[in-house]
T-cell receptor, first 112, second 111 residues
Framework: SQTIHQWPATLVQPVGSPLSLECTVEGTSNPNLYWYRQAAGRGLQLLFYSVGIGQISSEVPQNLSASRPQDRQFILSSKKLLLSDSGFYLC???????????FGPGTRLLVL | EDKVVQSPLSLVVHEGDTVTLNCSYEVTNFRSLLWYKQEKKAPTFLFMLTSSGIEKKSGRLSSILDKKELFSILNITATQTGDSAIYLCAVHTGTASKLTFGTGTRLQVTL
């Protein structure tokens, strides 16, 4: 069966510091991968999605970037965090071409 | 711009009550509508609806889609405290499997 992992679970970072959040999927090949952010009390905002290694689409202009160095690995990064980057970051995967997305446990990021 | 609107934003009910959560949408290239339940962390998948008028059911939860009026409802009967969560509605618009989410309905079930 497929599983999706995210780490770390919680992160507190100072403004201006770099960020790297990692997501890996097991038990499937060539998945579509997604990064979402959820602000407190809000819905999910799609940040990036990827349909293959090295293929990244950005949905909103922002301080973040994403990379997919391996088929089942998706990384969210920033060179310098802003206060507004605080939130709950969720990684998700889907079978290529399918609609249902499955979410990882999330990373709660607090930028101080 | 694709839009998904959920109502109410929050709801408090007593255990045993029946609740109806609403989701309306305005999107291009509609393919399907999905419901998720989010407790503390990851949203978990509940239903996917693609055809109007066909009810999907799982235990005390059921959902139906109206593609003419562009909305869906999620019903929960005989609510339990374990139903307390944020319920998210999302619409798949056929572009690289992207989902557009609503802001969610926060449901609290009290004893």
């Amino acid at each position: 069966s497929q599983t999706i992992h995210q780490w770390p679970a919680t992160l507190v970072q100072p403004v201006g510091s770099p960020l790297s959040l990692e997501c890996t999927v097991e038990g499937t090949s060539n998945p579509n991968l997604y990064w979402y952010r959820q602000a407190a009390g809000r819905g999910l905002q799609l940040l990036f999605y990827s349909v293959g290694i090295g293929q990244i689409s950005s949905e909103v202009p922002q301080n973040l970037s994403a990379s997919r160095p391996q088929d089942r690995q998706f990384i969210l990064s920033s060179k310098k965090l802003l206060l507004s980057d605080s939130g709950f970051y969720l990684c998700a995967w889907s079978v290529s071409g399918a609609e249902t997305q499955y979410f990882g446990p999330g990373t709660r990021l607090l930028v101080l | 711009e694709d839009k998904v609107v959920q109502s109410p934003l929050s709801l408090v009910v007593h255990e045993g009550d029946t609740v109806t959560l609403n989701c309306s949408y305005e999107v291009t290239n509609f393919r399907s509508l999905l419901w998720y339940k989010q407790e503390k962390k990851a949203p978990t998948f509940l239903f996917m609806l693609t055809s109007s008028g066909i009810e999907k059911k799982s235990g005390r939860l059921s959902s139906i889609l109206d593609k003419k009026e562009l909305f869906s409802i999620l019903n929960i009967t005989a609510t339990q405290t374990g139903d307390s969560a944020i319920y998210l509605c999302a619409v798949h618009t056929g572009t690289a499997s992207k989902l557009t989410f609503g802001t969610g309905t926060r449901l609290q079930v009290t004893l």
